[in-house]
């Protein structure tokens, strides 16, 4: 079954403790995307990668980082996290930025105290 | 700033009528429009889109139309069924980063 897969699902953990949140497709697609949910803002773009090793910000980058060193995972890390930073995130793939269907994982709720 | 805005955060409709629901755009180099449809506890899933250079998509019960001088994308769901209860999002793309609209929740009432 093709597939984008998050976690953990549910996440809470205290200021300052690094954490990451793993995404890992099956569908061999190019591109790779995180994004946050916030009520009143929709989804925010955080980081993009267009293949392996070929990342770039996208609208809100800030207290984020990511790495592409396989195709099929694309990693959200946290290295400080703050409360600012709570929120729902989303990974998605798809085939090319011009393949615009993207396939969305189910989401991460991470609570930052 | 929000460049992808849905001005209307609820609309309810009756069964076998037509949704309407709008999506507002600012910047005129967007190059796509797509329309995502989520329910709740899962992620979103893609609905459909439209290349700036159209101004008519149609798949199955789903139509988008986009005004270019409105800076206006609209999505057109006939006949609306239950099932089609869901919050939808509108997005646009430039480049390679995609903007997304603040949704808009449609109930279907049976």
């Known amino acids: 079954e093709a597939q984008v897969t998050q976690n953990p699902r549910y996440l809470i953990t205290v200021t300052g403790k690094k954490l990451t949140v793993t995404c890992s497709q099956n569908?061999?697609?190019?591109?790779m995307s995180w994004y946050r949910q916030d009520p009143g803002l929709g989804l925010r773009q955080i980081y993009y990668?267009?293949?392996?090793?070929?990342?770039d910000k996208g609208d809100v980058p800030e207290g984020y980082k990511v790495s592409r060193k396989e195709k099929r995972n694309f990693p959200l890390i946290l290295e400080s996290p703050s409360p600012n930073q709570t929120s729902l995130y989303f990974c998605?793939?798809?085939?090319?930025?011009?393949?615009?269907?993207?396939?969305f994982g189910q989401g991460t709720r991470l609570t930052v105290v | 700033d929000q460049q992808v805005k849905q001005n209307s955060p609820s609309l309810s409709v009756q069964e076998g009528r037509i949704s309407i629901l709008n999506c507002d755009y600012t910047?005129?180099?967007?190059?796509?429009f797509l329309w995502y449809k989520k329910y709740p506890a899962e992620g979103p899933t893609f609905l459909i889109s439209?290349?700036?250079?159209?101004d008519k998509n149609e798949d199955g019960r789903f139509t988008v139309f986009l005004n270019k001088s409105a800076k206006h994308l609209s999505l057109h769901i006939v006949p609306s069924q239950p099932g089609d209860s869901a919050v939808y999002f509108c997005?646009?793309?430039?480049?390679?980063?995609?903007?997304f609209g603040t949704g808009t929740s449609l109930t279907v009432i049976p």
């Open positions: 997005a646009a793309s430039l480049g390679n980063q995609f903007y």
């Open positions: 569908m061999n697609h190019e591109y």
């Open positions: 439209i290349s700036s250079i159209k």
């Open positions: 990668s267009m293949n392996v090793e070929v990342t």
């Open positions: 910047n005129s180099m967007f190059d796509y």
């Open positions: 998605a793939s798809s085939q090319g930025r011009y393949y615009t269907e993207a396939f």
